[in-house]
């Protein structure tokens, strides 16, 4: 592969510890590669050009794990880090792997859970800080349910906020730098996750005691599988300024969840994506939240790693491509054309506006007459991408 997609610290391209240690399970299927260590997994990013590596508390330290043992699994992985120059730019808690949290983790019926999950999070903070992380995740894997029988929907909501409203108090109670990223998924593993969208996180972000500290991580995948447009998703929350993180990785509609490699289904909604974040100047972390085929070795791995990062670069480049075509960019002019006719009724209402917007006469027939020249534009941009402009 030609060497001038190659990553550099500024792309902010991050990886989890559970992405590239994927071990090739799935409910089918025993693992098909061995277990990597957390210093393993840290080598083999900074071998392929990642700038960070993300964990959930349990990726690195086992939730049984002795204080002893604790002490030199982090002791190690500060090491590592030192080593390669990685930094650990978020952090999150599985709150979704032990049985304790079958019925949930903050919308669990049992109390008990729900203050397990509070305590279980509050020390996976402080092992994100202590590492380095500036954001933090809740994806609420198992906020949901199979049916609706057991559970009041409004009753789980209200536990969830509380239970953000707490942690994001004991945040500034610590005095910690963290803001808080909210990961929607529709389902899996839970038949029905709450708050199960970007548009549906963002209205319940609006209802926390400390709103402005937390915003979004959407995930492509999970938008996908709600057969939604993921760049809207992500506008949406830009322009709320609340895209505090992103998962990129790639998935068919309609399917589970297949955390392919970025770009690898759906190159042409990939484009629009980095052409949107590249636009507007999005200058957080580029976290890739997928895993290699089931069908590949460590060396196929690095691939897909190498994989993510290319076709973002790529990806990249082609959106300055796009920005500076010239038979692009007039076709855009033409189609923004405006003969300023309207200024008078634009910008903000006054009464004046509004009686003289409604007494000005359209010509709907000559308005609905000319074509958008949608078509020739997008097939201007398909041929971009294929690389014959
Ligand atoms: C799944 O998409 C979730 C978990 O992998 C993790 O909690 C979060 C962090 O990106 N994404
Ligand atoms: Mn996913
Ligand atoms: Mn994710």
Redesign the pocket.
Known sequence: MSDCYQPCPENKFTF?L?TVGNVGRDPFGEPVRSPLSPIEIVHLLADIGAYGVNF?DNDLVPIDATSAERNQIIGAFKAALQETGLTVPMA?TNLFTDPIFRDGAFTANDPKVRAYALQKTMNAIDLGVELGAQIY?F?GGREGVETDAGKNPQEALKWFREALNFLSSYVQDQGYNLKFAL?P?PNEPRGDIYLSTVGAMLAFIETLDHKEMVGV?P?VAHEHMAGLNFLHAVAQAWDAGKLFHI?LNDQAFGRYDQDFRFGAHNLKSAFFLVKFLEDVGYDGNR?F?AHAYRSEDYEGVKDFARGCIRTYLILQEKAKQFNADTEIQSLLAEIHADDGAMAPYQGAYSTAKATALKQHVFDRRAISQPGHAYERLDQLAIELLLGVR
């Open positions: 989890g559970w959930h999150t995740v994806w990961e998924k991580n995930e998962d976290h939240d």
